[in-house]
């Protein structure tokens, strides 16, 4: 099961779905402005992709949303993901035991 947490409004999101569509899969597509991912999800995700939540924070949205990355602690700042995911970077794709940003859309294809 391949799974896409997508915007379509982002051009880099549509780019990775149409890479994946091309290649022939059929991902589940979250758009998870519309249903954001629970805590658990996104550490889940974050363990997947080896990262620390604030690398995958959409800085010039989170100052927007008035929330500093760095004044947070990893809780908190996975918590403000949920409450606005607008601030969480996309597009992510998880496939299995693997998880890619798709910034470039061609990032995901190491994980397939």
């Given at each position: 099961?391949?799974?896409?947490?997508?915007?379509?409004?982002?051009?880099?999101?549509?780019?990775?779905?149409?890479?994946?569509?091309?290649?022939?899969?059929?991902?589940?597509v979250?758009?998870?402005?519309?249903?954001?991912?629970?805590?658990?999800?996104?550490?889940?995700?974050l363990?997947?992709?080896?990262a620390?939540?604030?690398?995958?924070?959409?800085?010039?949205?989170?100052?927007?949303?008035?929330?500093?990355?760095d004044?947070?602690?990893?809780?908190?700042?996975?918590?403000?993901?949920?409450?606005?995911?607008?601030?969480?970077?996309?597009?992510?794709?998880?496939?299995?035991?693997?998880?890619?940003?798709?910034?470039?859309?061609?990032?995901?294809?190491?994980?397939?």
């Amino acid at each position: 099961m391949i799974t896409i947490y997508h915007n379509p409004r982002c051009s880099k999101s549509r780019d990775t779905l149409a890479l994946l569509e091309k290649i022939g899969l059929k991902p589940r597509v979250v758009e998870y402005l519309k249903t954001p991912p629970s805590a658990e999800e996104l550490r889940s995700i974050l363990k997947l992709l080896g990262a620390a939540p604030k690398d995958i924070v959409r800085k010039k949205d989170a100052a927007d949303a008035g929330i500093n990355p760095d004044k947070l602690t990893d809780e908190k700042l996975i918590a403000a993901m949920v409450k606005t995911p607008a601030i969480i970077e996309r597009p992510i794709v998880v496939a299995g035991t693997k998880a890619a940003l798709g910034r470039p859309p061609e990032n995901v294809l190491k994980i397939l």
